[in-house]
């Protein structure tokens, strides 16, 4: 029965307030607050929160808490109206005491989700089927605390749960204490990740500031802020940071016996951002893997093939061995195709044409110009090679190639040039058969 009186004492609290003139202006008050702070908060994110509003610390924070401002303004104007009422001598305001703690729930669970999908989120869109199977977990939680809150057995909950102890090797803490410790260490774990992936996002759009550089100060600041909460979750758990030695040799062994080739990675990852001989848009060749950078991390660097195929190259491979780039300090590539043509033709003339009819296509840069060289005798004909530059070689050299081609070929057409193909002269020495006897040789193409 005590643990019932309580929930007893909220009931006719309640229904005490039914006959009470100050119902109306309590329910008055919950009215006008929800509709204030709800049209408040959405009127603020119309006015900051758009993309063509302001991008600065103000902007920042209506875009990033515009989840919660509702129910936190509307938590605000119903203390407002319980101070307003007292003024008037209305004491009993019990429905307005249970209606804070609603919103306040309701401003926990949205401040939550917010931080979730902020941080685990794919594409800033979507988050995995366990991500969303904890928030439900979550908002069931908090629910059940606002039920235990308002009707008064929290308290006896709470006395419950840390004067239950639980043996942990030679200490005993309460299930309270764990609690506690979990609780502290997610939400500045949270917190840490949060503001990491907020900074990281604002230094994305900071122009004027290197590529590399931006992810370099992104990566760090995030690495500190999670040292940061880490520590002082191991602080209020009261967890003394002197043992953190013993961890810090360990890890020193280990590093240097089975994660060598780990942190090799993480060692050469900022070397490479800090040295900017890649950048994300570069296109590069290294061992097998060819492709566009389109992401460098700490660990490893992604490459998009032409194909889409995508190569995950650990990072010491592009600090310790050869790396071709086609942009480093400058995106012209040179590309050549070969072409023949019979021993009588005006080589001059063959040439202006080839030249011609290379600039015709929209890749191939005008400076440098196309050149072409006669570069061999051939056996069937005169070879040559026409040589043109390209200024973005992460469009690909086989598209540009077979412009080139088809130019080259639509020239040689209209001024009747041709292109001699492989022909061998075959004798029959001997006693010649009788089909065969009206012909000494012949001549047939080689396969």
Not at 218 to 238: D, F, K, N, P, Q
Not at 277 to 295: A, E, H, N, P
């Amino acid at each position: 029965m005590p643990q019932q009186q309580p929930l007893l004492n909220l009931i006719e609290d309640l229904t005490g307030d039914l006959r009470d003139p100050s119902l109306l202006w309590q329910l008055a008050a919950i009215a006008v607050s929800v509709v204030i702070g709800f049209g408040l908060a959405r009127l603020l994110k119309k006015r900051f929160g758009r993309r063509d509003g302001p991008t600065g610390v103000l902007g920042f924070g209506v875009e990033s808490f515009g989840r919660v401002m509702a129910p936190l303004a509307v938590i605000g104007l119903l203390a407002l109206s319980r101070v307003i009422l007292a003024r008037f001598h209305y004491t009993h305001v019990n429905w307005i005491k249970v209606a804070m703690p609603i919103f306040g729930s309701l401003a926990v669970i949205r401040f939550t989700f917010y931080l979730i999908r902020r941080v685990f989120a794919r594409n800033g869109r979507t988050i995995s089927a366990t991500m969303l199977a904890f928030e439900k977990v979550f908002q069931l939680l908090v629910w059940l605390a606002f039920v235990l809150y308002i009707t008064g057995l929290w308290n006896d909950v709470f006395l419950f749960m840390d004067g239950t102890i639980l043996p942990i090797g030679k200490y005993k803490v309460s299930i309270a204490d764990v609690l506690q410790a979990t609780a502290s260490v997610i939400v500045l774990l949270m917190l840490a990740l949060w503001a990491g992936a907020a900074l990281e996002e604002w230094l994305m759009k900071v122009q004027g500031m290197h590529t590399n550089l931006r992810v370099v100060v992104s990566r760090t600041a995030r690495a500190l802020l999670i040292l940061v909460a880490v520590l002082m979750s191991l602080s209020l758990v009261g967890i003394d940071l002197t043992v953190l030695s013993v961890f810090g040799g360990a890890l020193g062994v280990g590093l240097g016996l089975g994660l060598q080739k780990i942190a090799s990675n993480y060692v050469s990852g900022f070397v490479i951002l800090l040295d900017r001989s890649l950048t994300i848009g570069d296109m590069i060749t290294v061992d097998k893997y060819s492709g566009r950078v389109t992401q460098i991390n700490t660990r490893y660097t992604v490459l998009q093939g032409l194909d889409g195929m995508e190569s995950i190259v650990p990072n010491e491979m592009l600090v310790s061995g050869a790396v071709q780039n086609s942009s480093l300090t400058n995106s012209r590539v040179n590309i050549s195709t070969k072409v023949s043509v019979a021993y009588d033709t005006d080589v001059d003339l063959v040439i202006q044409l080839l030249t011609d009819a290379a600039l015709t296509v929209e890749r191939v840069l005008k400076e440098p110009s196309p050149s072409v060289n006669l570069t061999t005798f051939g056996a069937d004909g005169l070879d040559l090679t026409v040589n043109f530059w390209i200024g973005d070689p992460e469009n690909g050299r086989g598209g540009v190639t077979s412009d080139v081609n088809r130019a080259i070929w639509r020239a040689l057409k209209e001024n009747n040039i041709s292109v001699p193909f492989p022909q061998r002269e075959m004798r029959i020495l001997g006693p010649v058969p009788a089909p065969l006897a009206a012909q000494e040789s012949t001549t047939v193409p080689k396969e």
